[in-house]
């Protein structure tokens, strides 16, 4: 009998992946470049369902029962590459290749237009939830033909994780359509963590709270508007200690925060999109910011901190201002996030249901948060939102946070406290309400030294110039 599906890859994403598979009652077909690792999970797991394995990718292949569906879980770049074209010798019109390693979107644009001329389904698919998720239910977004949606769905909702009977997989557009968002959910996961961050900053370094005390409001947090994986888990780890030192763990971690690139990825694309994803863009800089040690040190030598700082009289106050900033922050980084995705599918020609990425987004993957919900209902409302920020409900929501989120912004200032997420989210807001803003400047500076033109507000669309050089005439341009 041959298997439903099959899985190459088998390091830590491939092998809880087949696992999740046969666990659902799925025959999965199982391979690896090096054999030991496809004998080793067999061994170790056979138990857990119907394993086929395979040594060749010869063998790999002819155990799958037709349209072949055959999921990629190796090293992004080189090794997808390579692999793909290995199984595509040996395929036929009509199977199915998906990629669920993080690929940039482009390759996967790239690699399915390519595979579509031999007539193969490449089907770019996020997966997001670590290797925990792969095991016991990711969130997946699959990108790709719709026809190929049609035999892989199933099987992907079947494995994805459930959250009020709905499952947290969908299809999210066509060809690279899966990664992007992938990648937007990676982006907003960056901002998500930079805006935590900023709030255990001033409770530590404003309000004098100690991690073990800051875990507790954490924990208060995540019964409420911002209960979320990432909060629940800023309390485990705020309230861990060392076992070494007896230290709070969070104060013998070197505060150097890496990157693997999706974040990069997203508001490099961004600025080719023309999107302000301030959010993501800040968090993105604060973490290479925080690796740039020697210009720290230096800093650190010759430039001081506010002569005085204000004391906090209310701490309690405090608290909750931080909570309201947060949150308020937290919807401005998604309202950004969710303006990338729409503009992305107006430039690529994909037709993307923004609410139902929110909808898959409740479950599996690390930014998992109730406030999903909230999203999935405004775009329910208004399929055609111009920003997240004008729902009703997130309006409401920002609108009753904003004299806390400015004292935060205030205070961060005040006590020489970087807030980077904060304070950038805050300036969004009042940039996208301004009735007008100094890009007028900006335009009347480009007209003078360039000759880059302007529009009145009097005069529709027609642009104009003023000969600066001469007498300051203004023309038609
Ligand atoms: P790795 O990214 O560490 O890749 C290891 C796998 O790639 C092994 O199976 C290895 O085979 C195979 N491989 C390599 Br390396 N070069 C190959 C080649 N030229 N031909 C064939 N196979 C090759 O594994 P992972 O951490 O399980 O991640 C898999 C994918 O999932 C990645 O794209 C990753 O970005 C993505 N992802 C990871 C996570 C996570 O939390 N780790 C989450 C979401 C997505 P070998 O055993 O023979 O060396």
């Known amino acids: 009998q041959k298997a439903r599906?099959?899985?190459?890859g088998l390091a830590v994403m491939g092998s809880n992946l087949a696992r999740n598979l046969a666990r659902h009652g799925f025959r999965v077909?199982?391979?690896n470049r090096s054999a030991a690792k496809t004998k080793a999970l067999v061994e170790q797991y056979g138990s857990e369902g119907e394993f086929v394995p395979a040594e060749t990718t010869a063998?790999?292949?002819q155990s799958l029962q037709k349209p072949r569906q055959v999921i990629i879980m190796v090293k992004a770049g080189g090794p997808t590459d390579a692999v793909i074209d290995e199984l595509a010798e040996l395929m036929e019109p009509g199977d199915m290749i998906v990629d669920g390693g993080n690929a940039h979107f482009a390759d996967t644009?790239?690699?399915e237009k390519a595979l579509k001329e031999r007539g193969l389904h490449f089907v770019g698919t996020g997966i997001s939830g670590g290797e925990e998720g792969a095991l016991n239910g990711p969130s997946i977004m699959p990108g790709g033909s719709a026809e190929s949606y049609q035999h892989l769905g199933p099987v992907l909702e079947a494995i994805a994780a459930q959250v009020d009977g709905v499952p947290c997989c969908t299809h999210v557009g066509e060809d690279g359509a899966g990664h992007f968002v992938k990648m937007v959910h990676n982006g907003i996961e960056y901002a998500d963590m930079q805006l935590i961050a900023e709030a255990f900053d001033l409770l530590t370094n404003v309000a004098g709270m100690t991690p073990a005390e800051i875990a507790d409001v954490f924990r208060s947090w995540n019964t409420g508007d911002l209960e979320s994986y990432l909060v629940e888990i800023t309390a485990e780890v705020l309230g861990h200690v060392d076992a070494a030192t007896g230290k709070p763990f969070v104060e013998i971690i070197a505060d150097q925060a890496e990157q693997k690139g999706t974040g990069r990825w997203t508001v490099q694309e961004a600025l080719e999109l023309g999107v302000p994803v301030t959010g993501i863009a800040e968090a993105v800089f604060a973490r290479s910011l925080s690796g740039h040690v020697g210009q720290r040190a230096a800093a650190q030598k010759v430039l001081p901190g506010p002569s005085s700082k204000p004391s906090i009289a209310d701490r309690d106050a405090f608290v909750e201002d931080v909570r309201q900033a947060l949150y308020a922050s937290k919807v401005v980084a998604y309202a950004q996030g969710f303006d990338e995705i729409r503009t992305a599918a107006d430039t690529y020609g994909w037709q993307i249901d923004l609410g139902s990425m929110a909808t898959i987004w409740r479950g599996g993957c690390i930014i998992r948060a109730r406030f999903l919900n909230r999203i999935k209902d405004a775009y329910d409302k208004d399929g055609s939102l111009p920003s997240l920020l004008v729902d009703e409900y997130?309006?409401?929501a920002v609108i009753k946070a904003q004299e806390s989120w400015r004292r935060v912004v205030v205070a961060a200032t005040g006590a020489g406290v970087p807030?980077?997420?904060?304070?950038?989210?805050?300036?969004?807001y009042d940039a996208l309400r301004a009735e007008r803003l100094p890009a007028a400047l900006i335009q009347g500076l480009r007209d003078f030294f360039g000759a880059h033109t302007y529009r009145?507000?009097?005069?529709?669309?027609a642009s104009f110039h003023t000969l600066w050089s001469a007498d300051r005439t203004e023309q038609n341009a």
């Open 5 to 8: 599906i099959g899985v190459t």
């Open 29 to 31: 077909a199982v391979h």
């Open 59 to 61: 063998d790999f292949v």
């Open 109 to 111: 644009r790239r690699r």
């Open 394 to 396: 997130f309006a409401d």
């Open 419 to 428: 807030a980077p997420g904060f304070s950038s989210a805050l300036s969004y």
């Open 456 to 461: 009145r507000v009097d005069k529709g669309d």
